[in-house]
Each structure stands twice: as C-alpha cells, then as structure tokens.
C-alpha cells in the first residue's frame, strides 16, 4: 500500500531535489562566470535553504515525525508549485 508518505518521499527524491540541484548548478555557474545578478545571489541562498527543508522532511518521514495530515499539506504544496513552475513554462 502507497501511502502518502511514500507519495512525498517519492516526489521530494525524484523531482523536488533533483531539479533543485539543477537550479543550483546554475546559478554557481553564472556566479562562477561573473553573469550573476544580485537576484542570482539571492536565489541561490534560496535554493540552499530550500534544499535544507527538503533533508529536513525527508528525516522526518523516515523517523515518522510527520503524521499523514501533515504529509498530505507538504504534498499538495509541493504539487501546486511543480504545476506553477510548469505553467510559467508553458507561457514561456
């Protein structure tokens, strides 16, 4: 049985880290080239934050810190700004 634990976990390894590393990657490359803007600097604080959050409910899942209400919260969240990032896509 899925439960929604294992939904987020899944969605946080599979995508969520893994396009944020992405994003991290690049912005050290523009910063690395000298093509960032402070934005750029911002954003990467951001990222590295964001990515600490990511760790931090993955602990929590795999020490079952996190009930499934509150699974269920993060998910939908997470879904809503994966949807967001792809419309911003789509407009592009």
Request: glycine fraction near 0%; avoid cysteine.
């Amino acid at each position: 049985m899925i439960t929604i634990q294992m939904k987020l976990k899944d969605i946080i390894e599979k995508i969520m880290i893994p396009e944020s590393k992405a994003f991290l990657n690049e912005l050290d490359e523009m910063i690395k080239n000298n093509s960032s803007s402070e934005d750029d600097l911002e954003a990467k604080k951001d990222m590295e934050y964001f990515l600490e959050e990511l760790q931090t409910i993955l602990k929590s899942i795999d020490n079952n810190q996190i009930n499934n209400k509150e699974a269920e919260e993060i998910y939908e969240k997470i879904n809503f700004i994966l949807e967001m990032h792809h419309n911003e896509h789509l407009d592009n």
